[in-house]
């Protein structure tokens, strides 16, 4: 039996998401990471982690939600990547475990913004990065190895897997083609979001195409 009809049901004669698609995506994704890492990481030092914590919140984005902004393979690696760097050096400079948490977390987020990386798990990076460089024995720059070996097999099963079991990663936004006449434009949605002044997990290009498709619905039932 094919793997994407283990893991997907039917109905209407399409695919729909299903929670075990997402499960043995973050399974995969998780013990390629663990097992790669590890095996890179030999003889090279004993003390590193071979699989970092934000790892998991990163699994649950690329398997769960790969349509998500947040979950897209720049927002994956340089969100977290970028937040890690963030974390040591601040924790390097400024050694009080407290205040380098603090300011770790609270720049990693001005840096993703930035930097169109913005991935929740970063600010986790960041946070957990200060502190061990605070720590004792205190993380260097070679703790920066199992994140990037890390994030970088789970974007890779990511892409494999979620393209595999029809969501195609990175998310790709379905085409929309405007009539004249119709109750908005694409130009509304800009606006309306810059009214509401709020960064919502979810594209506009996405937010169009369900419009549309919903007022196609209407106009079919009507």
């Known amino acids: 039996m094919a793997l994407n009809s283990i893991i997907t049901t039917q109905a209407g004669g399409k695919r729909r998401f299903g929670p075990m698609r997402a499960a043995l995506g973050a399974l995969f994704g998780i013990a390629m990471a663990g097992a790669l890492t590890r095996l890179l990481e030999g003889g090279y030092d004993p003390t590193l982690p071979f699989l970092v914590a934000p790892l998991g919140a990163s699994a649950v984005l690329v398997f769960a939600v790969p349509a998500s902004p947040l979950a897209q393979p720049w927002p994956v690696i340089g969100g977290d990547l970028l937040s890690a760097v ?16 603090s300011l770790a977390v609270g720049l990693a987020i001005a840096v993703m913004m930035a930097t169109r990386c913005l991935h929740p798990p970063g600010g986790a990076c960041a ?3 200060a502190l061990g460089a605070t720590g004792t024995p205190a993380w ?11 994030v970088v097999t789970l ?16 998310h790709r936004v379905p085409p929309v083609a405007h009539k004249p006449g119709e109750p908005y434009t694409r130009e509304d949605i800009e606006a ?8 919502l997990d ?5 937010l169009d195409a369900f419009v549309q498709a919903l007022l196609k619905r209407g106009a079919a039932r009507g």
């Open 86 to 101: 963030v974390g040591i050096a601040v924790g390097k400079l400024v050694g009080d475990p407290w205040l380098a948490g």
């Open 127 to 129: 946070l957990l990065c």
């Open 155 to 170: 974007c890779a099963v990511g892409w494999l897997y979620n393209n595999a079991t029809d969501h195609p990663w990175p």
């Open 140 to 150: 260097g720059w070679a703790h920066l190895l199992p994140f990037a070996i890390n």
């Open 202 to 206: 979810v594209d506009p290009d996405d």
């Open 192 to 199: 309306l979001l810059a009214e509401w002044d709020e960064t």
